[in-house]
């Protein structure tokens, strides 16, 4: 592995430890393994994939480049293109749409003023259509990072939007 | 009649840490497995608790673990399936949040059993916050000795691996899981080779469900007959439940296999009943894949005896009349659920989720999400309803994976069972388009 790159993207040191380390768990030469978490950590540190993190993940993985394109493109928590600040992973799968989720979601839309795959003018907010997120029991759901936002009603999104938006 | 196998502990407080949990009674499986029985033996008690697969297919637990190959100087990989993401179900979430060490003792168990010495837990990356209650919960287990090299002086090493997915339903099918483990696509493979000689890294492997997994810890306490002492016929044990839709209590619930639906929606223990003011007009009893049925066979046998919760009743009378307990995901829906807009739903879920590799699979979710929606839109014509059967026909059993049949077996069981309503949004497409207009003819609520 190279710690020395040209890229313009780069782990900062605590996640280069972090992808070091996840490297190392896999048996030799099987460290492809680690490029779904990898993609997670560069999305972490940059809200999405850019072009230049994937390719320098390809180069800490000693790999081709399109191995990390054709990955990032066929997974959807992969964010290829830029987002906003806060990306709303809206559920919009039968169980929570049983709960009201349509129309909750009509009313996120309209708060923020966008679509999905829209990101609002002051790039705070991205809404995202994402399938079933294993809370059905406590739908209308939706994600933001790592956090489940569930249960929702109107008057919740409007409190979490105000939250977020602080 | 409720036992508790997999939850009992799960409201004591701390139980998420390792201390609270030992104090439980945890990780006594692990120190019985290792210092007083063989693998043979184990794979032989879980044979004998009859447990079957807990992700969908209901496949015998102990009879897959024995057909793991063994060649020598080869490495044997034992990989837990987390990724649930069959819509309508979320036990495995339930069960990982509130009781990690529950599902690392299992692991520890059935490592040990296969002879696995690197196994790994491929969870949803959607749950990343579960993924960091499991890492941290792996830390504090590998301290007290119960993971790492040479556990409880046995000589025995295992390594624990938590590997986050990207967001694909696909990488629930087994195969496709060990593509994406392997940093690809989750395209998934032909089979044979079974992954039980070729897996992971070309290894033989076995790949389980999350509650598949959790039940070994009990079996190995308590003997494979006490477990298959409980249940129904071939159903044994106890099964977690995930239930929503239109219930008083939706939730994750541990019931006994075999115990009547009808008891399971009404019982206040359960679901507690149809909100307030509604009736029950149908049930997707195993997640988003199974047939949908009516209310009246959902809670009865075409002989007039009640339907259970177990894999026989409920796939009793095929698809003419029956389902299947796949996940366990079950999904009740009352009078005001439109049936068009659900299927139209689910096919939309699945074409957007099938992988592409195969041409019937692709080609066919869009055709029948297409349709289903110029129906639900009030463009449907009187031929659609036999070109959506004609359709889902050719995607079933004309796939590498059953992701095809599970995006067919919905739709067809739809028309199937609700015609009318179908033929409602044709034939009346003005008022079927209306906001909140539901099909209120001829139905057997209950
Ligand atoms: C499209 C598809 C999605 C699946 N999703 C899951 C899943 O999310 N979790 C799971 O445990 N099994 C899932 N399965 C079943 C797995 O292929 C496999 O049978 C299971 O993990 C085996 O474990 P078990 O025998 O303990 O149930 C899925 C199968 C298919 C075809
Ligand atoms: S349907 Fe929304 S979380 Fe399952």
Known sequence: MTTETNNTIQFTPERLEKATAIIAQYPAGKQKSALLPLLHLLQEQEGWTPAEGMDYVAELLDIEPIEVYEVATFYTMYHVNPVGKHVIEYCRTGPCCLMGGEEVYAHLRQRLGIE??????????????????????????????EKYYMNLTNERVDEIIDELSK | MATKILTEHIAVPGIETFDVYRKQGGYEAVEKAIKTMTPEALVEEVKKSGVRGRGGAGFPMGMKWSFLAKPEGVPRYLVCNADESEPGTFKDHYLMKNLPHLLIEGMIVSSFALGANKSFIYVRGELMYVIHILEKAIAE????????????????????????GGGAYICGEETALLESLEGKRGNPRNKPPFPAVKGLYQSPT???????????????????????????????????????????????????????????????????????????????????????LPANLIMNLTNGDKRLM????????????????????????????????NTWNFARFYHHESCGQCSPCREGTGWMEKVLHRIEYGHGHQQDLDLLIDVAKKIEGNTICPLGDAAAWPVASAIRHFRNEFEWHITNPHEATQPGAVYKGDMALV
């Open chain 2, 310 to 341: 177990s894999y026989e009743s409920l796939s009793e009378g095929g698809f003419q009349t029956g389902t299947m307990l796949g996940s366990g995901g079950f999904i009740v829906f009352d009078e005001t659920a439109c049936i068009v807009r």
């Open chain 1, 116 to 145: 999905a795959g829209q990101t609002t003018v002051d790039g705070q907010f991205t809404i995202k259509e994402v399938e079933c997120l294993a809370a059905c029991g406590m739908g209308p759901v939706f994600q933001v990072r």
């Open chain 2, 206 to 292: 076995v790949v389980n469900n999350v509650e598949s997994i959790a039940t070994t810890p009990w079996i190995v306490n308590n003997g494979g007959d006490a477990y298959a002492a409980i249940g129904i016929g071939r159903s044994t044990g106890t099964k977690l439940i995930s239930a929503s839709g239109h219930i008083n209590r939706p939730g994750v619930y541990e019931i006994d296999l075999g115990l009547p639906v009808e008891d399971f929606i009404y019982a206040d223990e359960w679901c507690g009943g149809i909100r307030p003011g509604h009736k029950l007009k149908a049930v997707v009893a195993g997640g988003s894949s199974v047939p949908i």
């Open chain 2, 141 to 164: 287990a590998k301290a007290a000795g119960f993971l790492g090299k040479n556990i409880l002086g046995s000589g025995y090493d295992l390594e624990l691996i938590v590997q986050p």
